[in-house]
C-alpha cells in the first residue's frame, strides 16, 4: 500500500482529521516517473541536453538504489562479551520459533521456523496452524499445532485452578506463570512479546500428544529458561527468540574500552578490540570505533552501543546492504553530468563572445 | 523617473554643500561605530586594587576542556542569570531611572562575581543569581510572582539565615561550658537558673533552624523527585549507552515530551543551583550550608594542619605513644596529650579528614573544576615529516608502512606499547612512509592515533617538530586560495571598485588560509593539544583525597595551597598579597605546562575573547546598518546607503575575526554545534548580501545582509545561554575532516536559502508598499534570489551527499532516513523546485519570491526543527521556547506569502502602478493582464 499504514495499527490523524501520509514506495515512484517522464518527452538528444541526461539518470539511479538499499538491506545486532565469541546477530525486530536439539554434545541442531507461520490466519482467528516439522529436518519427527498465538504478552501467577505454564527461572527456581494477551504495540521504544502455546505430536503416532508448551521472547530477554522436554531420550529445547543470522566466522571481544572527555562522563570514543576468527584463513584482529567500523564479507559492523554498567560487553550492529555502491554511482553521474552542463555553457559563452568581437 | 532625479528630490540642499555633506556623513557615521566597535575590545576593567585579570586567566578544567576561570563564570552566570553580570543592590528600570530618581546599582563582571563565590561566599550568597519565571516554580519558593525575577542563593535556601542561627546556639552552648568550667563549684541552684535562662533561647533558635530546614527540604525534595524521573546519569549529561540511537543521535525517549513547563523550569533551576554550590566550592573549601547538607569544616580544620600532617606528625606522634605505653593508660595518654600543644587538635584533624573519606569521594565525582594541572610527562614523541619518521626523545622509531596500522590494534596502546618509563615501546611500532598524495590528510590521522593511544593512562606529551613539512602541499593550498580569490576579485571587478574588489578577494584569501593554518597547518591543534587536553585535573577534593596521609602522597597540593591563600588573603582585603600569590600560581601552570599545550595557550586569547564579545558589536553594527539601508529608502538616499554598506563591512570584519579566533581557541572547523552554526550563517548571509550590494548598488543586498545577521546573531546570542560554546564534542564528531567538509557545506547551504527568502520579503514587502520601488530593482531582487538558490542547491546537494559518504563510512550505509537528513534532502528539493520553475517558466518574479520565502520555512525547520523534534531532554525550556520561536517565524513566512498574492492592482510600487495605468487606459485589456501575471 503507498500510503504509510502499519497492520493494526490506527491510521493517522491530526486532531481528529484522517491525514493521508504517503509513504516512501508512492513518493520514490512518483519521482522516478516524473524524471523518466520529462526525459521522455522534453530533453532533446543533442549536445545541449547532454549534462541533463547524465544529471537526470544520476538521480534516477540513486532513487532506484534507495528501493534497492530497502528491499536488501538488513540490520541486525552482534552483542558480544569481552572473552566471548559469536558468529550471530539479532535482528531488531523479528521473531522466530525454535525448537533445538539438544543431544548432540559437539552442536546443538536447530530448527528455526518464521513467526508468521505460527500466526492464526486472521480471517479465521479460531484456526490453530499444524506444520509437519519432519518435512523440513529429518531430526525433528513432530507435527506442531499452535493451540494459542499472542502478538505480545503479559505474564502473571496463576490463581487457583487456572491452566498455567512451569517455567524455570535462571536460578533454577521453579514458577507458574500464566500468559495475558496484550495490545500489540508500535512505539519506538516498546517491545512486542509474541509467544505461543504448542502442542507437539509423535511424527509415527499423529493421536498421541506429546505435550503443550510454552515459548515466548520475553524469556529470551528475562530471567526465565526456554521450556524444555525429551523425547526418544534425545533433549529438545522450544523457544520464540530474535531471528539470528548465522556466519561463516566468529568475532571474539578482545577489550571493550569507553573513553571519556577529562572530568566529564562525555564520550570521546567507543571501541572494541576484536578477533576475527574465519575457517581455513589466520586469526586477526582489528578495532572497531567511531567512524571507523569494520567490513567483512558484505556486512559492515559498527559500534553501536555497550553495556553501560559493566562496560564489559559491546553492541555491534551489523549492516548487511549489497546495494551499497548504487549511490556512489548515482552520485558520480551527478557531478560528471553538472560538470558537462558547466562546461557547455562555459564554452557556447566565450565562443558566442569570440564571435561577437571578431 | 531615472535615479538621478530622483536623488534631486531627495536631496533638498543640493549643490556643492549638499554634495560635501553627503561625503562627510558616511565617512563620519562609519568612523563613529569603527570608535565603538574598538573600545569594545579593550580588556573589562575591575573596580578595586585585586589583580582579578590575572585571576580570570588562570587555567582549570571543566568538562573536559582547559580554559579560563573568566569562561567558567561567564557561562555559569549564563546558565543562572540569563547575563553576563550582577548587580550589587536592587536593580532599577528605565522608568524608575527616569521619574524617581533612583540610581543604578553597580554592575559586577563575571569574575568579579566568581571571585566573591569561590573566595568569600557569605557575601556572594547574597547577590541575585537565580533566574524564576515560573509562577509555580516562585510559589513554591514562597514568591509573589510578577514582583521580581532574580533571586538569591540566601534567598532561596535561607542559608545565611540557618548559619546565623547555628552561630547562636553555638554562642549558648559556649555560654554554658564556659560557666561550668570557670566556675566548678557552682551551686546546683546557680545551675538550674542558667538553664531556665538559656534553654527557652537555644530552644527557640532550634525550633526556627527546624522550620527552616524544613522548609528547604521540602524544596529540595520537589526539585530532587523531578531529576530522578529522568533519564540523565549522575553528571546530568546524556547516558550514551541507554539515550543514544544507532546513529549516535540523541533517541527521545517515552518521556521526554512528558515534562511539563513547571516541572522543567525546576529542573533547569536545580541545574542552576547545583552549579552554583559546586562552584562556590571548587577552588577552596567553604563552612557553611550546602544543598548536600554538609560543611566543609572538617577540610578547612585540616587544612590548617596540613603542615604538620604533611610532616608525618601524626606518625611520630604515634610511635611516641606507643614506644610510652600510654595508649594503655587513658590518664597517662592525657597527660603526654596536655603537654603537647595542638597534639590533641592534630589528632582530631587527621580523624575527621578520615571520616570525610567517603564524601570526598563523592564530591571528586561531582567536582565541575579540575584545578590541579596534572604533572607533566618530560619525554616527547615527534613526527619528523621530512625524513617520515617518528621519534621518541629524539630516537627513531622506524618507518610507517602504507596502508597498514601502527600494531595489530590499529592503535598504540598504552598499556602495551609505552615501557615502564612511559617511553614508546619501539618493539611494538611498525612504522613506513606514506605517499605524499595522502602526506597531510594521513599525518592528521597519524596525529590522531598517537593522541588517542597516550590518553588511556599513559601521560606522554606530543610535540610536533616540524622539520620540513611538505612545503610543496602547502603552496598548492596556498595556490588555489588564490586562485579562487582572483577568480572572485575578476567576478567582482566587472561592476564593482578596484579597492572592493580587492579588499573582498583578500579578505576570502585570508580567511581559506588562516583556517587552513589553523586547522591543518604546523601548529597543528590535534597534536598540540597534548596531555593537558586529555588528562583528568585533579578537582579540589580529588586533590584532597590525594593528600591523605593514610592512602595517599601525605601532602597538600601547592596549587591548593595557593587558592586558600588567595581566599584569605581576599577576605582580609590584602590585595598586596592577593597580586602577588595571583602571580605566582598563573607562573607556576606555565612551568608544569609545556608551552606546546594548545588549551593552555588559549586561555589568554580566550579571556581576551570573552572581554571583547566580539559577536555582540556585529549584532549592535547590523543593527544599525539595517536601519540606515531603510532611511536609505525614506530620505536621503545616497550618504543613507553609503553609510549602511560602510558600516556592514565594518561589522564583517569584526565577524571574520572573532570566528577566526574562535577556531584557532577551538582548533576546530567553524561549526561544531548550533550556537557556531548561527555565527557562521550570519556571517555567511552578510557576506553574499555586501557582494549583491555591490553589484547592483541599490542598498537590497545590504539590507539583506544585515537582517539576516543581526536575526542569526540574536538566535546565537540565545542559545549561548547554554553554557559553554566551545564545548568538547560528542563521540561521533570527533573528526575535523567531516566537520570541515560537510558541514561547512550544509550550513553555507542554510546560508544561501536564508538569503534568498530574506530578498522574497524584501521584494514582496517594497512591491506592496515603496512607491518608489521600481522595476529594475524589482528584476535585480529576481535575478539574485535565482543566484544564490543556484548555490543553495549546490551547496546542499554537495553537503548532503558528503554526509551520505560520511554515513557509509561510519555506519555501512548511505542513508537513514534521520529527520536531519531529511531535513537537509527537503533543502536540495526545495531549491531544485525553484530552480525548475523558473526554467520551466511556471513562476515569474513574484512566484519566485513566494517560493524563496517558503524556503526560509523550510531552512528553518532542517536547522533547528529537527533539533527540536530529538532534543527533549537535552535542554530544559529551550525547546519549549525553541518551539514557539519556531511556529512564530514559520507564521510569519505564511505571512509574507500570502500579502504576495495581493493583487498586483494595490502594489503601490511601479510593478502595481504601471498595472494601473493601464487599467485606467484600458480596463478590459489590463484586466486580462493582471489574471496572467497573478498566475505567476
Avoid at chain 1, 508512492?26 to 530533453?43: I, K, Q
Avoid at chain 2, 610532616?311 to 600510654?326: C, F, N, P, T, V
Avoid at chain 2, 536601519?627 to 553609510?643: A, D, N, R, T
Wanted: aromatic fraction near 10%; charge should be neutral; hydrophobic fraction near 40%.
Amino acid at each position: 500500500m503507498a500510503v504509510i499504514q502499519i497492520d493494526g495499527q490506527p491510521p493517522f490523524t491530526l486532531r481528529g482529521i484522517f491525514v493521508p501520509l504517503p509513504g516512501g514506495y508512492l513518493l520514490g515512484g512518483l519521482l522516478l516517473a516524473n524524471l523518466l517522464v520529462s526525459a521522455a518527452f522534453r530533453y532533446q538528444l543533442s549536445a545541449r541536453y547532454a549534462g541533463i541526461w547524465i544529471t537526470h539518470g544520476g538521480l534516477a539511479l540513486m532513487l532506484i538504489s534507495e528501493l534497492v538499499t530497502d528491499l536488501t538491506e538488513r540490520e541486525s545486532i552482534m552483542v558480544i562479551n569481552e572473552g566471548e565469541s559469536v558468529n550471530y546477530s539479532k535482528d531488531f525486530h523479528l521473531d522466530e520459533f525454535v525448537l533445538i536439539d539438544e543431544s548432540d554434545p559437539a552442536k546443538d541442531h536447530v530448527l528455526s521456523i518464521p513467526i508468521d507461520l505460527l500466526e492464526p490466519d486472521s480471517d479465521n482467528p479460531t484456526d490453530s496452524p499444524t506444520l509437519d516439522l519432519a518435512q523440513t529436518d529429518q531430526r525433528f519427527p513432530f507435527m506442531l499445532v499452535v493451540r494459542d498465538f499472542y502478538k505480545n504478552t503479559d505474564f502473571r501467577s496463576p490463581v487457583e485452578g487456572e491452566k498455567s505454564f512451569d517455567v524455570r527461572k535462571s536460578n533454577n527456581s521453579k514458577v507458574k506463570i500464566v500468559p495475558i494477551r496484550q495490545q500489540e504495540t508500535f512505539r519506538a521504544d516498546e517491545m512486542n512479546f509474541r509467544s505461543a502455546v504448542v502442542e507437539l505430536r509423535a511424527k509415527d503416532a499423529p493421536e498421541k500428544v506429546l505435550g503443550e508448551w510454552l515459548a515466548s521472547s520475553f524469556f529470551d530477554i528475562a530471567e526465565y529458561r526456554p521450556q524444555r522436554f525429551e523425547h526418544n531420550e534425545k533433549s529438545y529445547r522450544i523457544e520464540i527468540r530474535r531471528k539470528r543470522y548465522y556466519y561463516d566466522f566468529y568475532v571474539q571481544l578482545l577489550d571493550f574500552r569507553f573513553l571519556r572527555y577529562p572530568g566529564t562522563d562525555r564520550p570521546k570514543d567507543f571501541s572494541s578490540d576484536v578477533q576475527i576468527n574465519a575457517p581455513g584463513e589466520l586469526t586477526r584482529k582489528t578495532r572497531i570505533y567511531m567512524n571507523h567500523p569494520l567490513s567483512l564479507e558484505g556486512n559492515t559492523f559498527f559500534q553501536a552501543g555497550f553495556d553501560s554498567v559493566t562496560e564489559k560487553q559491546t553492541r555491534l550492529q551489523v549492516v548487511y546492504n549489497p546495494g551499497s555502491i548504487l549511490p556512489y554511482l548515482g552520485l558520480s553521474l551527478v557531478g560528471l553530468g553538472l560538470t558537462v552542463q558547466f562546461l557547455y555553457h562555459l564554452f557556447t559563452f566565450a565562443s558566442r563572445r569570440r564571435k561577437a568581437s571578431s | 523617473m531615472s535615479s538621478e532625479m530622483r536623488k534631486e528630490r531627495d536631496d533638498p540642499g543640493s549643490g556643492s554643500k549638499g554634495r560635501t555633506l553627503s561625503r562627510f556623513i558616511p565617512v563620519a557615521l562609519v568612523s563613529i561605530c569603527a570608535l565603538y566597535a574598538l573600545s569594545k575590545l579593550r580588556p573589562p576593567s575591575h573596580d578595586g586594587d585585586f589583580d582579578l585579570t590575572t585571576f580570570g586567566q588562570l587555567p582549570v578544567q571543566q568538562k573536559g576542556r582547559v580554559k579560563p576561570l573568566d569562561t567558567v563564570a561567564r557561562n555559569a552566570l549564563l546558565v543562572m542569570r540569563g547575563k553576563q553580570t550582577v548587580p550589587d543592590g536592587p536593580e532599577a528600570s528605565y522608568f524608575e531611572k527616569l521619574f524617581y530618581g533612583k540610581k543604578s546599582p553597580r554592575y559586577l563582571t563575571a569574575i568579579e562575581w566568581f571571585a566573591e563565590l569561590t573566595l568569600r561566599p557569605t557575601k556572594a550568597d547574597k547577590y541575585k543569581v537565580f533566574r524564576i519565571d515560573h509562577p509555580e516554580v516562585l510559589g513554591l519558593f514562597g514568591f509573589e510572582p510578577g514582583k521580581a525575577k532574580y533571586f538569591s542563593f540566601n534567598d532561596l535556601f535561607h542559608s545565611t539565615d540557618i548559619e546565623n542561627l547555628r552561630k547562636k546556639q553555638d554562642k549558648i552552648l559556649k555560654e554554658v561550658n564556659d560557666y561550668v568550667s570557670d566556675n566548678p563549684d557552682a551551686s546546683v541552684k546557680d545551675k538550674e537558673e542558667m538553664r531556665e535562662r538559656l534553654i527557652p533561647q537555644y530552644e527557640d533558635a532550634q525550633d526556627k533552624l527546624d522550620s527552616l530546614m524544613a522548609k528547604v527540604t521540602q524544596i529540595e525534595r520537589a526539585i530532587r523527585s523531578i531529576k530522578l524521573g529522568e533519564d540523565l546519569n549522575r553528571n546530568n549529561q546524556i547516558d550514551d549507552g541507554e539515550d543514544l540511537n544507532q546513529n549516535g543521535k540523541l533517541d527521545p525517549g517515552p518521556d521526554s515530551k512528558k515534562y511539563t513547563p513547571y516541572q522543567r523550569n525546576l529542573g533547569h533551576l536545580y541545574d542552576a543551583v547545583t552549579l552554583y554550590d559546586q562552584l562556590k566550592n571548587s577552588l577552596f573549601p567553604h563552612a557553611g550550608v550546602h544543598l548536600l547538607g554538609y560543611s566543609y569544616s572538617k577540610e578547612i580544620e585540616a587544612l590548617s594542619f596540613h603542615k604538620e600532617i604533611s610532616d608525618g606528625a601524626i606518625e611520630k606522634l604515634r610511635e611516641e605513644l606507643l614506644a610510652s605505653g600510654a595508649l594503655e593508660n587513658e590518664s597517662k595518654l592525657m597527660e603526654i596529650l596536655s603537654k603537647k600543644p595542638k597534639a590533641m587538635e592534630l589528632i582530631q584533624a587527621d580523624q575527621s579528614l578520615k571520616a570525610s573519606k567517603p564524601f570526598l569521594r563523592g564530591q571528586a565525582r561531582f567536582a565541575p573544576l579540575g584545578i590541579v594541572a596534572p604533572a607533566s610527562y618530560k619525554g616527547t614523541v615527534s613526527i619528523e615529516n621530512g625524513s617520515d619518521k617518528l621519534t621518541a626523545d629524539g630516537e627513531p622509531l622506524g618507518e610507517f608502512l602504507e596502508g597498514e596500522d601502527l600494531n595489530h590494534n590499529g592503535q598504540l596502546d598504552p598499556e602495551e606499547d609505552l615501557n615502564e618509563n612511559g617511553k614508546l615501546d619501539q618493539s611494538h611500532v611498525k612504522i613506513g612512509s606514506y605517499s605524499p598524495l595522502d602526506g597531510i590528510w594521513r599525518e592528521n590521522q597519524l596525529r590522531e592515533k598517537l593522541i588517542k593511544s597516550v590518553d588511556g593512562g599513559a601521560t606522554a606529551t606530543l610535540t610536533n617538530e616540524h622539520n620540513g613539512r611538505d612545503w610543496i602541499w602547502d603552496a598548492l593550498f596556498y595556490l588555489s586560495f588564490a586562485g579562487m580569490a582572483f577568480l572572485l576579485f575578476k567576478v567582482l571587478k566587472r561592476k564593482g571598485s578596484l579597492a572592493f574588489s580587492t579588499s573582498i578577494a583578500l579578505l576570502l584569501f585570508a580567511t581559506l588560509s588562516l583556517t587552513w593554518i589553523v586547522l591543518f597547518g604546523p601548529t597543528s591543534a590535534t597534536v598540540s593539544n597534548g596531555s593537558l587536553h586529555h588528562i583528568n585535573w585533579a578537582s579540589l577534593s580529588g586533590s584532597l583525597l590525594e593528600s591523605r596521609a593514610d592512602s595517599g602522597t601525605g601532602k597538600i597540593d601547592p596549587t591548593l595551597m595557593s587558592y586558600a591563600e588567595l581566599s584569605n588573603s581576599y577576605q582580609d582585603g590584602d590585595h598586596t598579597k592577593f597580586n602577588a600569590v595571583v602571580k605566582t600560581l598563573s607562573e607556576d601552570f606555565e612551568k608544569v605546562a609545556p608551552s606546546q599545550w594548545h588549551d593552555f595557550k588559549n586561555r589568554i586569547p580566550e579571556h581576551m575573547f570573552n572581554g571583547a564579545q566580539p559577536f555582540v558589536t556585529c549584532m549592535a553594527l547590523y543593527l544599525i546598518a539595517l536601519i540606515l539601508v531603510f532611511l536609505s529608502w525614506l530620505i536621503w538616499q545616497e550618504p543613507m546607503q553609503k553609510s549602511a554598506v560602510g558600516i556592514a563591512c565594518l561589522a564583517l570584519a569584526f565577524h571574520v575575526v572573532g570566528l577566526v579566533v574562535r577556531i584557532w581557541i577551538q582548533g576546530r572547523p567553524p561549526v561544531t554545534n548550533l550556537y557556531s552554526s548561527a555565527i557562521f550563517i550570519s556571517l555567511g548571509a552578510v557576506a553574499f548580501g555586501l557582494i549583491f550590494e555591490r553589484i547592483y548598488r541599490n542598498g537590497i543586498g545590504t539590507a539583506a545582509a544585515s537582517i539576516v545577521g543581526f536575526l542569526s546573531l540574536l538566535v546565537a546570542h540565545n542559545l549561548a545561554m547554554d553554557g559553554d560554546t566551545m564545548e568538547v564534542l560528542q563521540a561521533v564528531l570527533d573528526t575535523n575532516f567531516w566537520l570541515a567538509t560537510h558541514v561547512v557545506c550544509i550550513t553555507l547551504g542554510y546560508v544561501a536559502m536564508f538569503v534568498a527568502g530574506i530578498l522574497g520579503i524584501l521584494y514582496v514587502l517594497r512591491g506592496l508598499l515603496d512607491s518608489r520601488f521600481d522595476k529594475k530593482t524589482a528584476r535585480s531582487i529576481s535575478s539574485m534570489i535565482y543566484g544564490v538558490t543556484c548555490f543553495a542547491v549546490l551547496l546542499s546537494f554537495v553537503g548532503t551527499m558528503l554526509g551520505g559518504i560520511w554515513a557509509d563510512q561510519s555506519w555501512g550505509r548511505f542513508w537513514g532516513w534521520d529527520p536531519k537528513e531529511n531535513g537537509a534532502l527537503l533543502i536540495v528539493i526545495w531549491s531544485a523546485i525553484l530552480l525548475h520553475a523558473r526554467w520551466g517558466g511556471l513562476a515569474k518574479d513574484r512566484g519566485i519570491a513566494a517560493l524563496a520565502i517558503f524556503g526560509n520555512v523550510i531552512t528553518a525547520w532542517s536547522w533547528f526543527g529537527t533539533n527540536l523534534l530529538q532534543e527533549g531532554l537535552h535542554s530544559y525550556g529551550f525547546s519549549d521556547a525553541g518551539f514557539i520561536w519556531l511556529r512564530g517565524f514559520i507564521g510569519i513566512q505564511l505571512f509574507f506569502i500570502a500579502i504576495a498574492y495581493v493583487p498586483k492592482g494595490l502594489w503601490r510600487s511601479e510593478l502595481g502602478s504601471s498595472l494601473r495605468r493601464r487599467q485606467r487606459e484600458n480596463p478590459v485589456k489590463a484586466s486580462l493582464s493582471s489574471e496572467n501575471s497573478s498566475e505567476s
